[in-house]
């Protein structure tokens, strides 16, 4: 397939993940300013770890983002996640792993981590791949 511009990108690879029966939509922030390189370091730790629990695969699609919505860089990086698993998936399970994962064990509900049941009708895979095609 030809993809003639960057934002024909979107589109297609949207179509491309929905027939993933995503159970899970996650904002996951860090407590502190977190570099790419690190932000995904510690989302694979993340996914490692919830497999371990589940004792099951995980799969996920993410972006980590900076951009604000006009599309400036200068927002603290923070991650957008869909989550599926032959295992059913819990929004405490992935919150819990992320707080432990990042450091700060005494965060407030969806202060670093909100996490709530996928619901397609609103295009969470199109704003996890909104920015595809960036270099950051």
């Known amino acids: 397939m030809y993809i003639s511009q960057r934002g024909d990108l979107q589109p297609v690879t949207v179509e491309w993940l929905q027939p993933v029966p995503w159970q899970l939509w996650a904002t996951l922030k860090f407590p502190y ?21 589940i ?6 699609v993410y972006a980590a983002e900076q951009r604000d919505r006009s599309g400036v860089v200068g927002v603290p990086l923070h991650i957008h ?34 996490v709530e049941p996928y619901d397609p009708s609103k295009d969470g895979l ?3 791949v909104k920015q595809i095609g960036y270099a950051d």
């Open 81 to 114: 996640a869909a989550f599926a698993s032959l295992k059913t998936l819990t929004p405490q399970l992935v919150a819990g792993m992320w707080i432990g994962g990042v450091g700060r064990r005494d965060s407030v509900a969806s202060d670093l981590a909100r």
């Open 55 to 60: 004792r099951s695969r995980l799969c996920y």
């Open 126 to 128: 199109a704003y996890i």
């Open 33 to 53: 300013r977190a570099a790419q390189d690190s932000a995904r370091h510690k989302f694979d730790e993340m996914a490692n770890s919830i497999e371990r629990s």
